[in-house]
């Protein structure tokens, strides 16, 4: 729609994914948007450029499979509402099975370049390091997991509650040309294709029984980072263990998760089965830096070169980044935040991201796009809701406001899953054939028929948002 210069701006404190998808669906809705971000005056803990929307951890967007996959269902609805962040990962694509990852330098100057040449965005460099001034009567919060510790003591002050936060840790990225070829082996499990057709998107590094126990014993006993007292307690988010956590917890739990051997034949030893499987997933589009999947870390450099250096074909590594740890900090959403993502002590924030307590760049990014639009509505004087709880982004944000916390003692981050998603009902017992449907078959019926409604529910609910707006 054109837009209104008689407007005031909205203001959006961030500009990780959460923030650009904001303030890009601020702006497309024809309302001017100031985009407060401190990186190129004052860098975070784990942030390495002053891009927006830097990919901190994974290059990885997860599932690209929206029939099967409720991340995959999060893409194709983001397409639908003409998601930024979600454009820009389908154009910087690399392969990745079936998966979508991104090469996350063009990725994030890509997305800095479209806001910054936005006619009603404006950039401004510089660090919030406390509540937003009185006068800013709509604004998003979307400062992530790596919050400035004013803005953090701030919102504490503010809500009254303690702090809650978890640690996420980093995996390490090696050169291409130091991964030794004649060991490792390209293959995606189960030669499945990826969204650009790749079969063979993975590099594979395998192992033999008693390979893989010295890594075990390896990962137990290196040396790892300190935590200061006030850090001792902060529990770790599941989905994002660093790996020698997981070794600790058992010494076939890395064998049953990230490096599982299933799916996978080294054609160097074709009779051989893999004892377990390392797999590395391209981090750019030139093919030159690979990031080792699911073995984010919180070892010390020297012994993180030392371990990882036992994966065959990675005796010769060369670390281009090496794993790291940061504390990530969110709110006890479902006790501070409205249905409308608003603080209920100080209704003119809203946040947005991992802040809120959904986990993973493309759960941010939605909540970002929901945000942006929710803030958008208001200062155009519209009503409008967030999208209904059948589709990935209301499912997320019923999860975050109290919706499937029922007898739940603590609120913890959670990725989009179709757990989150209301019950579909009746389905079919029987094909066509007359045979009974059961077991995995009707959990992908449940999951197909989930996906179909979420994309038709989102579809609705990105229309009408547009046509009340263009009518302005």
């Not at 190129?40 to 951890?57: I, K, P, S």
């Not at 030669?191 to 390979?211: F, L, R, S, V």
């Not at 079919?428 to 038709?456: D, F, N």
């Amino acid at each position: 729609m054109s837009p209104d210069m008689t407007l005031d701006p909205i203001h959006i404190i961030g500009g990780g994914m959460a923030g650009s998808e904001a303030a890009w669906q601020i702006a497309q809705a024809g309302v001017p948007v100031i985009l407060h971000e401190m990186r190129g005056l004052r860098g975070t803990d784990a942030h390495q450029t002053d891009q927006l929307a830097e990919l901190v951890c994974s290059n990885s967007f997860r599932s690209d499979d929206h029939e099967n996959n409720a991340v995959g269902v999060l893409h194709q609805e983001m397409r639908l509402a003409g998601g930024l962040i979600i454009a820009m990962g389908d154009k910087h694509q690399v392969p990745a099975g079936s998966a979508l990852a991104v090469d996350r330098d063009g990725f994030a100057a890509d997305v800095t370049r479209t806001l910054e040449a936005h006619p009603l965005v404006t950039i401004v460099r510089e660090e919030i390091d406390g509540l937003p001034p009185e006068d800013w009567d709509n604004v998003i919060v979307a400062t992530g997991p790596l919050t400035s510790p004013a803005l953090a003591e701030a919102l504490r002050e503010m809500t009254g509650e303690e702090d809650l936060a978890f640690f996420d840790a980093i995996a390490p990225i090696v050169h291409f040309e130091s991964i030794n070829m004649s060991r490792a082996w390209r293959q995606s499990r189960y030669d499945k294709p990826g969204p650009g057709g790749d079969t063979a998107a993975y590099i594979n590094c395998g192992m033999d029984e008693p390979q893989y126990n010295a890594f075990i014993d390896a990962l137990i006993a290196g040396e790892k980072t300190e935590f200061r007292d006030w850090e001792k307690d902060t529990p770790y988010f599941e989905g994002c263990l660093p790996i020698e956590v997981m070794a600790e917890r058992g010494r076939e739990t890395l064998r049953f998760g990230p490096m599982k051997p299933v799916g996978l034949t080294n054609p160097h030893e074709p009779d051989v089965k893999p004892h377990a499987v390392v797999q590395l997933r391209q981090d750019n589009a030139l093919g030159t830096l690979w990031n080792l999947v699911g073995f984010q870390t919180k070892l010390k450099y020297g012994a993180q070169a030392e371990i990882f250096r036992m994966i065959p074909g990675l005796e010769n590594a060369q670390f281009a980044r090496l794993g790291g740890i940061h504390r990530n900090t969110f709110l006890n959403s479902p006790k501070l935040l409205d249905a409308q993502l608003r603080m209920k002590a100080a209704p003119r924030l809203r946040f947005a991201g991992q802040i809120t307590g959904v986990e993973g760049y493309v759960e941010s990014a939605a909540m970002g796009l929901v945000t942006g639009r929710l803030a958008a509505a208001q200062r155009l004087g519209r009503t409008l809701n967030a999208p209904p709880p059948t589709t990935a982004h209301g499912a997320l944000v019923a999860h975050i406001t109290g919706g499937h916390l029922e007898g739940k003692k603590s609120f913890q981050p959670m990725n989009v899953n179709f757990g989150l998603f209301p019950d579909i009902g009746d389905l079919p017992t029987r094909t066509e054939e007359g045979k009974r449907i059961r077991g995995k078959e009707k959990g992908r019926l449940k999951k197909k028929a989930q996906s179909s409604r979420a994309l038709t529910d989102f579809s609705v609910w990105a229309d009408t948002l547009s046509r009340p707006m263009e009518a302005a």
